[in-house]
Structures are given as structure tokens and as C-alpha cells.
């Protein structure tokens, strides 16, 4: 079987009336594909997916119908598949992506430092860097293809680039969309933070199943989408520890003309890094 798309980390899958999203072991720094695999990577993905799944079907449903190979087709019953699949609905994605910031950091603290906004909403003044925000902002961005960025817009624009591809449904994809990002991000960093993560900020992505409702697809909350800091180590003012690829994302800064690739011993404390917050957050050992 051969992939029908290929992500920078997924592979996906046509299985006649449902897709298999496979996360494989690659690794994607600054929108490149580094040349490294980190090994369990993908199981880590897919099953932290899965852990948020079934914790948020009550906001709203979700594309995951199996994280069981045998559930598959004999081809994904080999031990490459094992752990890193997950069957899903077909759903058609809406062309956004869904960000939303519990906390200034990263890009957000760059653009707050220019002008006092993070795409483009005012926040009030004397924020330090990693300050928790009075409420989590929503701020969508496009969705960009292999090698380009996503560009950032206002909840105004997102409702102009969905009217674009759904005429007459752009007010009400776009308020739907924002609320359910923040219900989801509340839900879930509340009990993150009982088990003590911060998650920061992270990203969602939706689409529509065959009957037009919004359903909640692609990857949720996993370390790729999301910065998870410990919180027994948040301390404002400063960038903060994660559980993420933020130590990849640190080494690549600190050594141009690394030609994309990571030495092992960063590869091994990146995917130390992920085991260790699937961990926390789910109580499992993977």
C-alpha cells in the first residue's frame, strides 16, 4: 500500500470508507524535515491523540474510530505500524488551523514585544515572557503546504477565508471553530495541569463529516502540536523547559550549519522528553 499524502510526520492512508493516519518516527523542526528519526515518536503521537480523544468526546466528536491494527488491513499488522496507526473517519478538513495561547511565548512573545498584540488582539501591558494571559486567545493561521508557513490572521480574516471555500457558511464555521478551540484547550490544560503540565499553547484541526457537522480531526494535543512545560519548573520571565521538541528546535539554533541533522545524544533526550510527559498526562507507560 502506498500513502495517498505525506506529511511532514504522517503518512495517510486510503482504506475505502475510512483513512489510516499513520505518525511515523520523523521529526520537523522550523517546518523542515530533520534528518534524524526518533524512535517511538509515532506511538507517542498516536496515542496521546487517542488519550485526548476519549477524554473530549463530550465537547465534540472526533475522526478516531481504531488505534488497533488488527483492526486494519493486514498490511498495517506489522511491527512498524504497531502503536503509530490510528483508523479514522473521512472527514473534508477546514483550511484552517486552530491555535490557541494560554500562555505568551514563542512567536506570540516576539509579536507582543513589538507592539503590545499577538496576532493582532491587544494584550495589556507589562506581560513577561511565559506569563499565563488573563484568558486563553484564540489565533488562527492558514494552513501552508510542505516547505511554506502558515500565516497567521485575525478571527475576521479566518471568517473571509472560510466563506471563500463554504459560501455562507463563513460567520458560522468560523464562530463554531473558536468556540470549540477554547473549550477543548480549557478542558484539557485544567487536567494537564493536575498532572502537572502547562500546556502552553497547542493547535487543532477540524472538518466536516457527511452530514456537515464539525468534527475534531487530525492530532490533538501531542507534544508536535503543543509546548507542554513542567509546571514544578514554571518560572515568568524566561523560556521555559518542555516536553516537546523545543530541546531539537534549541540544539538547531545554537549550531548553524548543522545541516539539518541532530547527534544522538539530543535524540535521545528528545524522545526521553516525550515518553516522559505521555507519561505524566496519561498515567501509562507506553
Known amino acids: 500500500m502506498k500513502p495517498i499524502k505525506e506529511g511532514k510526520v504522517r503518512e495517510i492512508y486510503d482504506n475505502g470508507d475510512s483513512l489510516i493516519m499513520v505518525a511515523t518516527d520523523r521529526i520537523s523542526c522550523f517546518d523542515v524535515i530533520l534528518n534524524n528519526d526518533v524512535t517511538k515518536k509515532g506511538a507517542v503521537l498516536t496515542q496521546m491523540s487517542r488519550f485526548w480523544f476519549n477524554m473530549t468526546k463530550d465537547i465534540l466528536p472526533n475522526h478516531m474510530i481504531s488505534t488497533d491494527v488488527e483492526d486494519m488491513p493486514e498490511y498495517f499488522r506489522q511491527p512498524r505500524f504497531d502503536g503509530s496507526s490510528m483508523m479514522c473517519r473521512k472527514l473534508n478538513m477546514l483550511p484552517i488551523e486552530c491555535i490557541v495561547r494560554g500562555y505568551i511565548t514563542g512567536s506570540g512573545w516576539a509579536g507582543y514585544q513589538k507592539d503590545g498584540t499577538v496576532c493582532g488582539i491587544k494584550l495589556p501591558e507589562g506581560l513577561k515572557e511565559s506569563d499565563q494571559l488573563p484568558e486563553p486567545i484564540y489565533t488562527p493561521s492558514t494552513k501552508a503546504g510542505i516547505g511554506d508557513h502558515d500565516e497567521n490572521i485575525s478571527y475576521e480574516q479566518s471568517i473571509a477565508h472560510l466563506e471563500k471555500y463554504f459560501p455562507g457558511k463563513g460567520e458560522e ?3 463554531k471553530l473558536r468556540d470549540y478551540t477554547i473549550a477543548l484547550y ?8 493536575s498532572r502537572g503540565i502547562i500546556i502552553a499553547d497547542t493547535k487543532f484541526e477540524f472538518g466536516l ?8 480531526g487530525d492530532e490533538m494535543l501531542t507534544p508536535d502540536s503543543s509546548r507542554f512545560w513542567p509546571a514544578d519548573e514554571y518560572e515568568p520571565g524566561h523560556g521555559q523547559p518542555s516536553f516537546d521538541k523545543q530541546f531539537a528546535r534549541d540544539w538547531l539554533k545554537a549550531n548553524p550549519g548543522n545541516d539539518w541533522t541532530l547527534p544522538e545524544d539530543i535524540v535521545q533526550k528528545t524522545i526521553d522528553k516525550y515518553l516522559q510527559g ?3 498526562l496519561t498515567g501509562e507507560k507506553l
Open 278 to 280: 505521555y507519561e505524566m
Open 209 to 216: 463529516d457527511e452530514e456537515g457537522k464539525i468534527v475534531l
Open 173 to 175: 464555521y468560523a464562530g
Open 186 to 193: 480549557k478542558k484539557c490544560a485544567d487536567y494537564a495541569k
